[in-house]
C-alpha cells in the first residue's frame, strides 16, 4: 500500500477531490491556489491523465473554505509535491473503483476495459456508459487506501506536455482578477494604518479629512484602525491620502535609519541556537577562510496592490481574499473579530502574483472589519502603493557569516554558518497569533506572542533555510542568531532565507576555489558525491561552455548550485555579465533538476520568473528608512529590473520522468544571486558581498581600488 501524502492524510474522503455532479464536467478541488505560479493547470493534468478526461472538462474548485480540501498554505514549492500526489492517487483509485463497478456489470476482466474522455470501452468499442452516467452507483464518499497504482510515465498523453495555462485567457480580457469584481452594492473602503509598528493615533483633524474627499463620507474608527468608506471610491481614496498627512502617531518602535545594514542586524537582541554534525576527518591544516555576506530588507513589489472584498449578512461573513491560506485566515478572521467560524466563508480569487506572505490576508482583514460595522454591503478595500511598500510584510535582511579551516588539499575539513537574521514567516496562526496588520491596531489586540519563532528546520527553514551546503563537508556547525523583536514587520518573501545563504555560500565556495587555484567548477565537483547535483552542475557549464571562456573586456561568467530546502529541485546557474560603472545581467543559462515535469513551459516559466526576480534583488532592491518609517515606498524609490534589462535565459530539464515531483518555483533564486554575484567578482577583481550590487557599491568598489 502507498503511504499516502499530507493532504490525503489530512483529506481522506475520494469524494472532496474529485466529483461527477455536472454532467460532462469534474470536479477537481484543491486547497492550492493560483499565485500566478500555473499550479491549477499543472494540477488539472494530473487528474486529466489518471482519470482518461480531456482537461477541458475539468471545473476546478480552489481554495474555498466550504468545498476545497484543507491543505494549508500555497507555500514552500510544496503544491505539486503535495497536492498534486494526492490528486494523483485519488484519481487513480476513482478511475479504478469505476472501471471495477462497469467489469462486474459486465462480467469481464477489468483488463479488457478502457476509458476515452471519461466514456467505457470494452475491446475498443463504446459500451455506452461514462462516469456520469454510472456516478450514482459509485460510492466517493469513503476514504483513500492508496491501494490503486497510478500510470506509469511511460503512458502519460497530458503530463509532460505544455497545456496552455488555464487562468491567462480571462486575464487577457480582465475578467479574472479579484480587483476585477465588481458587485451593484459595492461600499469602497480605504484605510488608515500606523506607519510603524505599535504606533498610537493621537490625532488627525476628521474635518479636513471630509473636505479632503470631496465627497460625502463616513469614517469609522475603532481604536487605532481608521476607514473611510464611501460610494465614491475617488472620495475615499482623497480621504485617506489627506490623513496620511494630518494624522499625529505616537509611541511604537520606529525603524532606525540604519536598520536592515550589516552593523544594525549584528547589533539587535538575538536567540542563539547551535547545531552540528559530523566530524572532523584526518589532519586540519591551518588555512582559514572568512568571509560575511548580507541582504537588505526586501519588498514584494507586486505590480498590483492587495485587494479584498466582504459583505456581512443575516449574522454571517463572507470574504473574498487573494490569501494563499483560506483556512487559517478563515479561523483567525473569526478570532479577531469574534465571531463563530462556522459563520464564515472565505473564497479565494487570484490577485496579481504573490511571492510569498504578502499584505493579501490584511487586506481581508480590513474588508471584513469594515463589513462588520455595514452590514448588507459588500465592502471592497484596495491597497495603495504606499501601503504595499510601507505597511506590507518584508522579507527579512540578514547576514551570514561562513568560515572554513582548509585540509592539505585546500578542501573544508571543518566549516561554519552563522546566521543574523529577523523571523521569515508570520502568516496568521503563527507563533499563535492572528498576525493581521489590522487586527493588531484594535483596543482588544491580544498581546503579542511570548516567543517567537522561525519555521522549524524540518519544515525547511525560515533563516537556516538552505544553510547546510549540499557538498561533502565532514563537520558542519550551524549558529543561529534570530533576532525576535526587530522594529519591522517581516514574513515569508520568496526562498525565505535560502536566497541569501545560498548567495553566500556560493560565493564563498568560489573564493574557496581561488584560495585553492582551481576552477570554481572543477571544486565544486571535487566536494559533489550526489550524482543528481554532479549532473546538474556539469549540465549547465556545458550549456555556458563553461570551461572555453574566459573573462574579457568588463564582461564574464559566474557559477550557482543548490538543491532548494537540500529536498526540492536541483538548479545550476550560469550568468554572464558586463560591469563598468553597473552592472548589466547580458545571458542567464540554468539546468534544473525536477523530476517529472508536469508542464515544461510552466516550469520553465517559474524557473525564468525566479532568475528575474534574484537579479532584481540582487542588483536593485533593498528597502530604506527615514524619519522612522519607510522611506522607499514608490516604485521610484524602490526600483525593480526594467522589462529592458532582462536577460536571454536558456533553460535546460535534466529528464527524470521516473523520479518523484521535485519543487520548483523557488529552486532558481539563490543559484542566480550567487552567479551573478561570482560573475562580478570575476569581472572587477574584488568581491562585493553586500547586495544590492549597486551602481554606488560598484563604483566604491573601482575607486578603492585606484
Partial sequence: ????????????????????????????????????????????????????????????????????????????????????????????????????????????????????????????????QDYWSIAAEVDLARPAAGDAAPKPPSNYRIVGQSLSRLDLADKVTGAAFIHDLAPDDVLHARMLRRP?????????????????????????????????TSDDELAVMRAAQSARGLAVWTGGAQPPSDAGEPNWIRSQHARDRIVETGAVAGAVGNRVVEASFSRPFLAYGS?????????????????????????????????????????????????????????????????????????????????TREDEFSAAPMGSAMVVGLRAVLDANSRPADWTIEIWSPVHAQRPGMNGSANLLGAEALPDAPSPPAEINDVADDAGGGATRNAQALYDLPRHKLVHHLLPHVPVRTSSLRGLGAFANVFAIESFMDELAETAGEDPVAYRLSLMSDPRGRQVIETAAEMADWFGTTAHDGRARGFGFARYKNRAAYAAVVAEVEVDEQVRLRRVWAAVDAGLVINPDGAANQIEGGIIQAASWTLKEGVRFADGRVASDSWESYPILHFSEVPEIDIRFIEARHQPTLGLGEASLGPTAAAIGNAVARTLGRRIRALPLTRERIMATLLAEN
Fill in 196 to 228: 510603524w509598528p505599535g504606533a498610537r493615533l493621537a490625532d488627525f483633524d476628521e474635518a479636513a479629512v471630509r473636505r479632503a474627499a470631496g465627497a460625502p463620507i463616513d469614517i469609522v474608527r475603532d481604536g487605532d484602525l481608521v476607514a473611510f
Fill in 303 to 383: 505590480i498590483g496592490p492587495s485587494c479584498a472584498l466582504a459583505e456581512y449578512r443575516d449574522g454571517a461573513l463572507t470574504v473574498w481574499t487573494h490569501s494563499q491560506g483560506v483556512f487559517e485566515l478563515r479561523k483567525w478572521l473569526a478570532h479577531a473579530l469574534h465571531i463563530d467560524p462556522a459563520h464564515v466563508t472565505v473564497l479565494h480569487r487570484q490577485g496579481a502574483g504573490c511571492y510569498g506572505h504578502n499584505s493579501a490576508d490584511d487586506a481581508a482583514f480590513d474588508a471584513a472589519f469594515v463589513a462588520m460595522r455595514t452590514p448588507n454591503r459588500t465592502v471592497r478595500v484596495q491597497w
Fill in 1 to 128: 500500500m502507498t503511504t499516502l501524502p499530507k493532504s490525503l492524510l489530512d483529506n481522506p474522503l475520494l469524494g472532496t477531490w474529485i466529483g461527477f455532479e455536472e454532467a460532462g464536467r469534474v470536479r477537481l478541488a484543491t486547497g492550492k491556489v493560483e499565485i500566478g505560479q500555473g499550479v491549477l493547470t499543472a494540477l488539472a493534468q494530473i487528474a486529466a491523465e489518471e482519470l482518461d478526461v480531456s482537461p477541458a472538462r475539468l471545473r476546478i474548485v480552489s481554495g474555498e473554505t466550504p468545498t476545497s480540501p484543507r491543505e494549508g498554505f500555497t507555500s514552500g514549492s510544496n503544491s505539486i509535491a503535495i497536492s498534486g500526489s494526492s490528486i494523483r492517487l485519488v484519481c487513480a483509485e476513482v478511475r479504478t473503483l469505476f472501471l471495477r463497478y462497469v467489469a462486474d456489470r459486465l462480467a469481464c476482466p477489468i483488463g479488457a476495459l478502457a476509458i476515452e474522455d471519461g466514456r467505457f470501452l470494452r475491446a475498443g468499442r463504446h459500451i455506452g
